[in-house]
């Protein structure tokens, strides 16, 4: 049975060892088909993004499956990076009060499953790993005996607040008024002489609810006012406002979830059929609240979901006709922003749609469909099956970075998250 599984999970899923995510690659990932189900958040925040501060008792989970029967023997080290994610020129010991390393040995065993796994859980910062230094970490996981071998890396943020961010949010935009975009204001406030020159050493990093694919890096500012930082009429302040993401929930395999048109066992595990999707794009928009793409492990009758739920394939259809020269993926927090033949759609043209299989852990998702020119590497886009509606309630997270003349590293001085309805 989990033979045939690990088969499954190598078709789907040979994003995994894609030469473009090995070498000098930073973002999050898994690079072994044994591994599943990669979730990084803040201590029970759970619709925060992974960003905790510096000294205040905040910490960050880091959770996964390793899909089979035995437990490996892993470990974990951090990489301090820089704004652009590579490495910093730091040492380790001038970023961690403790030696770079701990074994992975909290663990337990699946429970109740047809699909055999061992789940992983452990939280920064720990006995053994403690961060000194505020900015971007990579945190990558190795085999004790093949240390030079990442299994699966994740990011996540340390930030020391010395100044106020905020932000206003608008479908009034330098494109038009009420129509496909929003676009941000931002302020920073607190500016003293202390940051040095602010033209010049602060940078601002801008996220749609959470995605790397979406990031605009600010340089400059539109002006200084005293100690007020303003970012203003800048076109990387402008958004798509694609459209609320769809939701599933497969919580259960004895009664079909939200959204779930049929579940029933498929030797050897369960298969669930969403109920089929449509393109939105010249539909009106209709509010629905979210997650902002994230997803959660849950079993509606599992007493602890992160051993009690199980795999089940979840089945994707899109109607409509083929999108000659596009490539159409399903995309969200359990996608971790990459495209592949892991989330990759193929159009089936007997039934007039595109379909997708991909074994998922039971729980509540969020997901999109985005597109992208065929062959290229270009940011996708949710405009054509999507749509771009301005009413459309988005996050946007906000990270301001600073590096005075002669610094090594870009510290993290500031953050927020905003939702453009408030």
């Not at 970490?137 to 943020?157: G, K, S, W």
């Not at 203003?232 to 919580?251: D, G, K, M, Q």
Request: charged residues 25%; proline residues 5%.
């Amino acid at each position: 049975m989990v033979n045939h599984f690990f088969k499954i999970l190598t078709i789907l899923f040979l994003l995994v060892l894609s030469p473009e995510l090995r070498g000098e690659e930073t973002r999050s990932g898994i690079f072994d088909h044994r591994f599943r189900t990669l979730k990084t958040e803040v201590v029970d925040r759970f619709m925060s993004p992974p960003v905790i501060e510096l000294g205040k008792g905040e910490r960050i989970q880091i959770s996964f499956d390793e899909i089979g029967e035995d437990v490996s023997y892993l470990s974990a080290r951090l990489v301090h990076c820089n704004v652009d994610w590579k490495p910093s020129s730091l040492v380790e010991s001038e970023y961690l009060d403790s030696f770079n390393t701990i074994d992975l040995d909290d663990y337990a065993y699946s429970t109740n499953t047809f699909i055999h796994y061992v789940n992983y859980q452990f939280q920064i910062p720990c006995e053994g790993m403690n961060p000194v230094k505020s900015g971007n970490y990579l945190l990558q996981i190795y085999d004790r005996d093949e240390p030079d071998r990442v299994l699966l890396q994740t990011r996540f943020r340390i930030a020391e607040p010395e100044l106020t961010v905020s932000a206003k949010v608008t479908s009034r935009t330098d494109r038009g008024a009420n129509d496909r975009y929003q676009q941000l204001g931002v302020a920073l406030d607190g500016i003293g002489p202390e940051f040095g020159n602010p033209y010049q050493d602060i940078k601002v990093e801008i996220m749609q609810n959470a995605r790397e694919t979406t990031s605009r890096l600010l340089l400059t500012p539109l002006r200084v006012e005293g100690e007020r930082v303003v970012y203003e009429h800048r076109p990387e302040l402008i958004f798509p406002a694609s459209n609320e993401y769809r939701r599933f929930e497969s919580t259960s395999t004895r009664f079909p979830g939200m959204r779930v048109d049929s579940t029933r066992y498929v030797e050897p595990l369960y298969h669930t059929w969403l109920t089929t999707d449509y393109p939105r794009a010249d539909s009106n928009y209709e509010y629905d609240s979210t997650q902002h793409g994230r997803f959660m492990v849950k079993e509606y009758n599992a007493t602890d979901s992160s051993i009690g739920a199980d795999y089940i394939t979840v089945h994707f259809f899109l109607d409509t006709p083929e999108y000659i020269g596009k490539e159409v993926y399903v995309d969200g927090e359990f996608t971790m922003g990459l495209f592949s033949e892991s989330n990759r759609m193929r159009y089936n043209g007997a039934k007039g749609g595109y379909e997708l299989e991909i074994p998922l852990k039971q729980g509540a998702y969020n997901y999109q469909y985005v597109v992208r020119n065929n062959g290229e590497k270009s940011v996708e886009s949710t405009s054509l099956i999507e749509g771009d509606k301005y009413e459309t309630e988005n996050e946007y997270n906000i990270y301001v970075y600073l590096r005075k003349p002669g610094e090594r590293y870009d510290r993290l001085i500031g953050y927020a998250t905003i939702n453009s309805n408030e």
